[in-house]
Structures are given as C-alpha cells and as structure tokens.
C-alpha cells in the first residue's frame, strides 16, 4: 500500500483487522487479485486479516425481484440468470462454480417451488433466500483465494452472529432487520484463533436464538463488519467500497465535492444517517463503543487515502464539513391550539406512530404545531399505513401529509458556533419553500426540509458557498475528479468532436470572444440514430430547444418534422421551408392566447390542445377540425424539476381525471382528436420511460376512435457528467414496439429536441481575469448566464475544459465565472483545470439545447454569437 494512506492506529495490541468489502469489490476477477494483495500485505503487518463480504453486485436486488415474482410466475429463467452471473465470474477466477455453488442453486429452487406453491413469503423464507447471496459470494472468493495460496478458513456467519431479542419488534423486522451484541466474545476469538489463516466469513447475515437465518437489514455487511471488529476487539475495521472514500457531498450532484480525510464517530454518524451512502449508520456505534478505527477505502484504487473516523474530528473548530440530500420523504404536520399547555399531547400523538410501527427521525415544534418526518429508509411506509395514520392523528389534531419531500443536511462539528458562516449562504434559501428546519441537540447537523425536486441544486449552492479547502488542511482532500484523474485529464473513451477539432475552435474562440459553435456532423449522426428506431414511424424535433437556421436546415434534410410552441417558431420554419407539408409541424401551445390558436389553425399545422380552457370557451375555433390533446400522465420524470411536465406540480398537459369532459367538449364543437400526446420531462436516462407512456396512451386510446398517432414526447437524455452511460436507444425500440404490437393502426411519433443538439453545440468563451481570493479561485471568462443561464436556472452541469491547454496537468481547482452582476453567476464551481492564463479559449460542453435560445442581453452584453461547423 502506498504511503499516503492515513497510518494505522490501533486500539489495543489486538492482531486482527477485519476487511469488509461490498458488491462491487468482489464482482470480477480484476477485483480479486486486488484483494488478494491486500491480505498479504495485511500479513506482512502482523495482523490477521478477517475478511466479511457481501452478495455480489445486483444479486441481492435479483433475489428480492424472485421473491416476489415466484408467487405468480414461473422464475426458471430468472435463477439462470443469478446462476449464470456466478458461473462467469467463477470461470474467471479459475474455480469450479457447480462444485463450490450447487447446493445453494438446489436449495433456492427448492424454497422459490415452496413459495410458488403456496404462494406465501415468510420473512423466515424471505430470509433463507436472500442470505444465499453472500454464502455464495463467499464460497467463490474462499476458492480463488486458497487457489492463490492463501491459507483460508470459510465460516458461516450464521454460525457466529445471533441476534439480540428486542422488546416490541415485529416478527418481520426481527427476521429482516436484525440486531445483534457487539461486545468482545472471548469464545469468537478464540474460535477465530485456531483457524488457520484467514478467516472469510459473510456480511448481512446471522441467526436467531431458534436457530433460524436472520438478516441485519439492507446495506447490513458493514453492520456485520462492525459486529466482528468490536467482538474481536480489532486494530481496525476497513471497509472497502468502490469510491475513494466520504465526502463533502454526493460527487454525482457535485462533482467539485471533496474527500474528507477524517472525520469523528459521531460526524460520520450523521453523514451516513442524513444521506452519505457509502457508510451504513448502525456500522459506527460497535467501533466507537470500543474505540475501533474505522478506514473507508477504495477496491480499485488502493493507494488512495480514503476516510479515517475515529474519536478525533480532525479539527475542532465549527466548521460544516458535508451537505447531504435525501429524497421521498414523507412530512406530517399535526396541528391544534389544544396542544399549548396540554400535558401529554406529544405522548399521544408520538403513540400513534409507535402502534404503526413508523419511526420520527426530524422534529420541530412550536405551541400550535408540530411536524415530523418518516424516512421510507428506515420506515416500510406504504398508503394503508399513511392512511391510518391520519384517522389515529385526526382524534387529536388536524393532520397534514405531504410526500415526496426532500432533506438537505449541514454536518459538521460545532454547526451553532459556525452559524455566522452559514448565514450568508442561507439567502440561496429566498426561493425554496422551506417545511422545516431542524437542529440535532449534538450540535452536528442542521436540516431543511423542502419541496420534491430542489434537493441537487441547493447542496450545488451551498457547496460552492460553504465547502473551501485551504494548503494542509487535516480535514478536507482532493476533489473527487482530482482524485479520479489522479493530476491528469481524464480522456473519455471516445474523444467528443469538440477535441478534434479543437485547434479550429480555439480559432474561432480568439476570433469572436464568446461563440456558441455546433457541429453540424453530430446533428446528422444524432438524427440518423433516431431515424433507425424501428418502431417510429416519424420523429420531430423540438425546436425550442435550438432554432439555429444552420441546425434547422440539417433536420429538414434529414427528414424529421418539427414541433413548434409559439407562433414565432412556425413563422421560422415556414420562412426557411415555404413547400414543406403543413403535416409536418406540431403546434403545442401552452396557456397562449385565443389568437396564437388562430394563427396555428390559420396555418394548417397540427394543433395540440393542453388544457380545456379552449374547448369550454372557444368550441368554434376547432369545429370540423382534426386535434391532438396533451394527457397528463401524473408523473413527470426528468434531471431537474423546471424540466419534469407532467404531475401535479406541473402546468401541463390534461390531467386523466378531466379527458372524459374533453371527450364530451370535443364531441360537442365537432371537433375529431386524432393524436394523443404526453411528454413527462427533459433529460431521461432510463429506457423504459417511453414505453410507460405508451401504456398510459393505449389505456386512453380506446376512448377516442378516430385517433391515427401516438406521440410519446421527447425528453431524451444525454449524459451530462462522466461516468453516466448513454441512453440505450435499442431498450428505447424495444419497449416501444411493445406499444406499436399492441395498436398496429397507429403511428409512433417522438419529438426530441436535446438528445438531437445537446453534444452537438459547445460554448466558447475567453479568459479575461483569474482571481485568487482566500482559498478561492476565480476564472472569469467573457461570457456568462447571459449565454447560457441552465447552470444558475437549475444547477445543470456542463463539462468544462482549456482548449488552449489541452493535454496539460490539471492542476488547479476553481470556479468559472462570468462578467454579469450577479452571484449567481457561475458556470461552473469547483472545476480542475489547468493552470489558465488571460486569452485562453475555454469549452463548455453540451450546450447546444437550451443555451442561446434561453441566452439574453442582460447588463446590455450581448450574448454568444452562433457558428455552423
């Protein structure tokens, strides 16, 4: 191991270490001999490694979706595939599977026949079949080790663990959610003493006092590791995961988030209980009881230093050190005047949710109110229970439930005494809606409960206002892209236009200052993709997300049709297509005047109706004419929430309560629907998504027997940070044709607009200031959210490189700034890039949708030219 790790701090003189590895560690060969090596340098040490391992990656998940499908289906082909998963990755561990894993196979069939037969999952089968995962696992790494001659000793932990009988818990919980003691066992140790080597043992799983298989709930193999550490009374506990270690926030919403060195049993705590999910919070309570080092560390990158959590924080001074979200969070508020002054209001009211088995995580209270929060987390919340719940409250107060909210957390040590810190970043809240806002009585956390969908942009501002690392700091690393590119550029698997042709745009950067440039090859590519959808029958693109004359005339040329929301937009495409067939516009106004349906009506174009204002008031307007209505599906989906239109906090689209009074208002106009239309938001990864709708659409259609066409909308996503995969546009046909077999007389439409020119389009703009400023720095270029405002609209990333230092060490973090005067001016914060000088030409990537259509002249600068390429 490389000498940057934090060094070894042991408890007490005790030998062992116990090595607890996830999902992902142990899925693949290459992981292996990855372990493999840390065992013998373990060895090397002294210390006897102790190895708890989980089920591996997705095969916990697969025996949770058997569990439920073998009440009604047949699962032949679902073992398969988990035998199959196993068997490959035996075969390349050089180790035979069938003879390490056959019992196992024959015991799942056996137990998934017993629950197809009486249709019933007990939590104790439920138990049995998903402890299965590990034995498994386990069993192929005892192998691959002994075979790389390393002396083993495989032991079930079912055999080592008993959980603890707890007062008032249900038989389920008991069975799925188990505890156990983690005081020393001087019965283990010895046990452990005699086997010979290394001890390989399973996370997740233990039994019960009758003998039965239990499990320490999901995400339990740290718990199991723990457990272990604090009855060996370990060195240390390491816990290796697939990321390098904790940090300041999740690197998928940030990627500017920092490594966090070292942290307190009790930071880590309220990191991983408010929404770090590299730590499993009940892992931490064993080590700290016993004063056990806790290391996270990182299976492929070894030599990383990861996260110490011990008993020190590593700085005492107040300082918030994480910004964490959690989303699905259900809010209930309780309210009465009889609550002020009542003795034992709380106590009843806390009792109704004890007799339902919900736990309160976050409190807040004043002498008319009180509001509390479930995690579905910790607490199996479905409508029964919410439903009950409100009767019980409702005997005492009046109730509010409200789901779907989210949490943002600050987490440091001393959060009150760092209040003059936070206070300034606190006005980012001037926009949000905020529920509740609570303070842990350790001092260590502050949390805001807010609406759905705010969480990522407000952890974005408040990183970038309250996160700074200064030189030496004990407390906060490298960025997460520091850490992965290790000082070097990171080069993506296939290098984007923009770095081919990069000495030309460094050109046109010197030339014009700022430019948005689109490459009119990627337009063409990203068209032909779509137009080899076999289950499409037309595609149109939406051009509100780039009118660009040059892009425009590359989709008439290639054919696809164009969907179009304001009258301007038709008066564009008309204007530079005079002969194209009206049939090839879709007009989708949205709360538009009277006479912007006239003039779409005027002009032959498809016309979609959104709401039933125009039916109800202007029915004359669309006699005898041929309509599409927009449906609200009642679920938006989409990478921010000013981008998801459908649900009920969405202005689009007729909801599905209201299409029987369109049926009777179209009826009664004389007017024909022949198109149905449902777009449920922007920047979709998941494939199945479209298929939904088209399932929504055919449920509906059989109401409307003159409907010839389906559109499916558009929304179609590309990736937008690296390590996102690319929307899977075989999944996409696929799911799609399901729709086109079941209704063969009607025509598939989609109208994509970003998926078409996202990638296609950066933006140039040159450096004209840097700006050291404490332990910030500034890069201030010639543009900003006057010609591209989706970072400051809605937190949305951008990569950003130096093209005039390409292939340089990035060396430096810092934040993107523009001219504007605004604090909200950032196009990107906590950036590593190389060193840049005045004149550099930098690249903001992916802007070619939504960039200058939305750009404006705001402080009277003019925003980015455009150019064709």
């Not at 060895?43 to 997705?58: D, K, M, N, W, Y």
């Not at 990522?456 to 407390?475: C, K, Y």
Request: overall charge negative; glycine content about 10%.
């Amino acid at each position: 191991m490389s000498g940057k790790r934090s060094a070894r701090r042991k408890a007490s003189t005790s030998a062992w270490v116990v090595l607890k590895f996830g999902g992902t560690s142990v899925s693949s060969p290459e992981r292996w001999e990855t372990i493999a090596g840390l065992l013998r340098q373990r060895q090397a040490e002294g210390l006897r490694p102790v190895i708890v391992h989980s089920a591996l990656a997705t095969v916990s998940n697969k025996l949770d979706e058997l569990l439920h499908r073998a009440l009604e289906a047949d699962v032949t082909a679902e073992v398969a595939g988990i035998r199959e998963l196993h068997l490959r990755l035996a075969a390349g561990l050089q180790v035979d599977g069938e003879k390490e894993l056959g019992a196992y196979f024959r015991e799942l069939e056996h137990l998934l026949a017993g629950i197809h037969l009486i249709r019933e999952v007990s939590p104790r089968i439920q138990a049995r079949v998903m402890g299965l995962g590990e034995l498994m696992a386990t069993r192929l790494g005892a192998a691959f080790l002994a075979r790389q001659g390393l002396t083993v000793t495989w032991m079930d932990a079912r055999e080592l663990l008993l959980s603890s009988v707890r007062p008032g818990v249900n038989e389920r919980s008991a069975y799925l959610a188990a505890n156990c003691d983690f005081e020393p066992d001087p019965e283990l140790q010895a046990r452990f003493a005699a086997a010979a080597g290394i001890v390989l043992t399973q996370g997740f799983i233990a039994r019960n006092a009758r003998g039965d298989g239990v499990l320490l709930g999901r995400g339990g193999s740290d718990t199991s590791g723990a457990y272990f550490a604090a009855k060996l009374q370990a060195a240390a506990l390491e816990i290796w995961t697939d990321v390098p270690g904790m940090f300041t926030a999740n690197p998928k919403v940030v990627p500017g988030a920092r490594l966090l060195r070292m942290l307190s049993y009790e930071e880590a705590q309220e990191i991983a209980s408010t929404g770090g999910s590299v730590l499993h919070p009940r892992c931490i309570n064993p080590c700290k009881r016993h004063g056990i080092p806790l290391k996270v560390l990182c299976t492929s990158q070894p030599e990383l230093p990861g996260t110490l959590v011990t008993a020190r924080a590593g700085s005492d001074g107040p300082r918030v050190k994480a910004i964490l979200g959690r989303s699905r969070i259900t809010l209930v508020s309780m309210e009465t005047l009889g609550m002020w002054h009542e003795v034992g209001f709380l106590a009843d009211a806390f009792r109704c949710f004890s007799d339902l088995g919900l736990s309160v995580d976050l409190v807040s209270t004043s002498e008319s109110n009180v509001t509390v929060t479930l995690d579905p987390g910790a607490n199996p919340i479905d409508v029964q229970t919410l439903a009950d719940l409100q009767v019980r409250l409702e005997q005492l107060c009046r109730v509010r439930i409200i789901e779907g909210v989210e949490v943002v957390s600050l987490v440091g040590q001393k959060i009150r005494a760092a209040l003059h810190e936070i206070g300034p970043a606190l006005e980012v809240f001037d926009e949000y809606r905020i529920h509740l806002v609570s303070q842990s009585a350790s001092d260590l956390n502050l949390s805001f409960v807010i609406e759905e969908g705010q969480a990522g942009r407000l952890i974005q501002q408040l990183h970038g206002t309250l996160v700074h690392s200064g030189p030496d700091d004990e407390v906060f690393g490298e960025t997460w892209e520091e850490l992965r590119s290790g000082g070097r550029k990171l080069r993506p698997h296939v290098e984007p236009w923009w770095v081919q042709r990069r000495a030309e745009l460094v050109a046109l950067g010197h030339q014009h200052q700022s430019a948005y440039v689109y490459d009119l090859a990627s337009v063409r590519a990203a068209a032909a993709r779509l137009k080899s959808l076999q289950s499409v029958q037309r595609v149109f693109f939406a051009m509100k997300a780039n009118n660009s004359p040059d892009v425009l005339r590359v989709m008439d040329e290639q054919g696809l049709s164009f969907e179009c929301v304001s009258p301007g937009e038709i008066r564009r495409v008309l204007e530079l297509f005079p002969e194209i067939a009206r049939d090839r516009i879709l007009y989708t106004p949205n709360f538009a005047p009277r006479s912007d349906y006239e003039f779409g009506l005027a002009q032959g174009v498809w016309v979609t109706l959104d709401n039933l204002h125009p039916l109800r008031h202007w029915p004359e307007l669309f006699r005898g004419r041929e309509i599409f209505l927009r449906v609200d599906t009642g679920q938006g989906h989409g990478h921010h929430e000013h981008v998801r239109t459908a649900g009920t906090h969405s202005k689009f689209g007729i909801p599905v309560f209201e299409l029987e009074e369109a049926r009777a208002l179209v009826a009664a106009c004389g007017a024909t629907v022949v198109g149905l239309h449902a777009h449920t938001g922007s920047g979709i990864l998941t494939p199945q998504n479209w298929q939904d709708v088209g399932r929504e659409l055919v449920a509906i259609a059989q109401d409307f027997p003159g409907l010839r066409f389906l559109d499916l909308g558009g929304g179609l996503g590309v990736p937008e940070k690296s390590g996102q995969h690319p929307l899977d546009m075989q999944a996409v046909d696929a799911g799609i044709a399901e729709i086109r077999a079941a209704q063969p007389q009607l025509e598939i439409w989609l109208e994509p607009g970003r998926y078409l020119v996202a990638e296609a389009g950066v933006l140039l703009a040159t450096v004209t200031q840097v700006k050291g400023k404490g332990q910030m720095m500034y890069v201030g270029v010639s543009t900003g959210m006057n010609s591209l405002i989706r970072p400051a609209l809605y937190g949305a990333f951008h990569e950003i490189v130096n093209l005039s230092r390409w292939g340089d060490d990035t060396d430096r973090v810092v934040t993107i700034v523009g001219p504007i005067c605004e604090t909200g001016d950032r196009l990107g914060a906590d950036r590593l890039l190389p060193t840049c000088e005045e004149g550099d030409v930098l690249v903001i990537a992916n802007a070619g949708a939504y960039g200058r259509v939305m750009s404006s002249s705001y402080n009277l600068r003019d925003p980015a030219v455009e150019v064709a390429i």
